[in-house]
């Protein structure tokens, strides 16, 4: 069955410094999505992506974030400069519909540890 | 977006016995979804509601979509150890990209 994979599992990093977490979403979905869930609290909507451009984003998707989808097959989240509230575990997901018509599948996550 | 409130927190329960979670909103809801997030696994679909009043089952699993579509319940029939986990109820933004998760019901049953 065709699944959702993240690069890499865990991320452990230094304040200040740029991330790029990893995604390849399954191959005939057209709609992607990055959520995070801070370790125990509720899994939290980060930005969505469609026909190369965001969709939508939420408030904590701001300027240190950017999303991007530089080949046919990956879909990449950029944190420029990681603070201590990023550390997160963050879910890539995608779909093959829009999200009020069908599921999102996510990926098993990729850890951040931001110290 | 809007806020879904999912009560309860945490259920412990015997294996055997039922289990239930409620899903609420302030607001009308177009549709909802729920999900399982197994220990330190992730989020995995379960079901979308659309309908007033609808209600679908998945084997042990029955979902409820409250008739004014502000509510929504799952309830698990003789829970087994492989129903642990948190299940979510989220909700679908005006715009329809997003999904706003409910802070979700913890799950433990114990053999």
């Known amino acids: 069955e065709p699944e959702v994979t993240q690069t890499p599992s865990h991320q452990v990093t230094q304040m200040g410094q740029e991330v790029i977490l990893r995604c390849v979403p399954i191959s005939n979905h057209l709609y992607f999505y990055w959520y995070r869930q801070i370790l125990g609290q509720k899994v939290e909507f980060l930005v969505s992506f469609y026909n190369n451009e965001i969709s939508e984003k939420s408030e904590i998707f701001d300027d240190q974030f950017s999303v991007e989808r530089p080949d046919g097959s990956n879909f990449t989240l950029k944190i420029r400069s990681t603070k201590l509230e990023d550390s997160a575990m963050y879910f890539c997901?995608?779909?093959?519909?829009?999200?009020?018509?069908?599921?999102?599948?996510f990926g098993p996550g990729t850890r951040l540890t931001v110290t | 977006g809007q806020q879904v409130m999912q009560i309860p927190q945490y259920q412990h329960v015997q294996e055997g016995e039922d289990f239930t979670t409620y899903c609420n909103s302030s607001?009308?809801?177009?549709?909802i979804q729920w999900y399982k997030q197994r220990p330190g696994g992730h989020p995995v679909f379960l079901i979308q509601?659309?309908?007033?009043?609808e209600v679908k089952k998945q084997k042990r699993l029955t979902f409820q979509f409250g008739e004014a579509k502000k509510n929504s319940s799952l309830h698990i029939t003789a829970t087994q150890t492989t129903d642990v986990g948190t299940y979510f109820c989220a909700d679908i933004a005006n715009s329809g990209y997003a999904l706003n998760f409910g802070k979700g019901t913890s799950l433990l049953v114990t053999p």
């Open positions: 607001t009308t809801l177009s549709n």
């Open positions: 509601l659309v309908k007033s009043g």
């Open positions: 997901a995608s779909s093959t519909r829009w999200t009020a018509r069908g599921e999102q599948y």
